[in-house]
């Protein structure tokens, strides 16, 4: 398990000069991030009781620090769910906000709001392919088991 910043830097290449210099300002910033995203992660409870999967922990602390927002994962299961690992990245149109609106103008405030959460999810998905393409470009496996975006 990757359990700094600079191990990600090193094992990704995320960093140039994190090998010549360990007090660089941005590879400071990157490890406050990462801790962060740790600490978020690890205090996050499946309906209050179960923690995040410990096998996709690591994922999602690495997804929230490049500024995907994750509401939903799991690493797969053979007894339930899907199979194999998965992340629900996006950003949510809040319902109780659209459900106080006043009623005279509530159809044009939500479907703004709606469009500018559409915009957002447009954005971060285009984000999304461009890292996947580049990470399934740089290693030679069977396209049946490369990350996939759906």
């Not at 210099?21 to 962060?36: G, H, I, M, T, Y």
């Not at 950003?91 to 159809?107: D, F, G, M, N, Y």
Request: hydrophobic residues 40%.
């Amino acid at each position: 398990m990757i359990t700094s910043i600079e191990q990600f830097n090193k094992e990704t290449g995320t960093c140039p000069h994190v090998n010549f210099l360990n007090s660089c300002v941005a590879c400071q910033e990157k490890q406050r991030q990462w801790e962060d995203a740790t600490a978020e992660v690890e205090a996050i409870r499946d309906g209050t009781v179960y923690p995040v999967d410990s096998r996709i922990k690591e994922t999602q602390v690495a997804v929230q620090v490049m500024g995907f927002p994750v509401d939903a994962l799991s690493e797969g299961h053979l007894d339930h769910g899907l199979p194999y690992p998965w992340l629900h990245i996006g950003v949510h149109i809040p319902t109780e906000k659209l459900q106080s609106l006043p009623v005279p103008c509530a159809r044009e405030i939500a479907l703004a709001i709606m469009s500018n959460f559409v915009d957002q999810n447009k954005q971060l998905r285009e984000k999304l392919v461009t890292l996947v393409d580049e990470f399934n470009a740089q290693r030679d496996a069977d396209p049946n088991v490369q990350t996939k975006i759906a």
